[in-house]
């Protein structure tokens, strides 16, 4: 299964929300990318902020991955399986 899919399916709502505001923090996303997510359902605000972060290419994704390693360090081992 890929990480994407990994992610979509199995990230919570609660950690999304985490990682937006890093993501927001870090410059990656701006506030109106964060205003078009935040009131998605819990899977397509998933799918949308893996979508965005990996257009934005390799240094994001690395921010987006940080982020989840260090807000659940057991979802992301997960993922890295």
């Known amino acids: ?5 990994k992610f979509i399916q199995c990230v919570s709502d609660a950690v999304l929300d985490q990682l937006l505001d890093r993501l927001l923090d870090k410059k990656v996303l701006n506030e109106g990318e964060i205003e078009s997510v935040k009131l998605k359902k819990r899977a397509d605000k998933a ?7 990996k257009r934005k290419g390799d240094e994001a994704s690395a921010i987006l991955m940080k982020g989840i390693k260090d807000l659940d360090s057991f979802f992301y081992k997960e993922l890295d399986n």
């Open 47 to 53: 799918r949308e902020i893996f979508d965005m972060v």
């Open 1 to 5: 299964m890929s990480v994407r899919t």
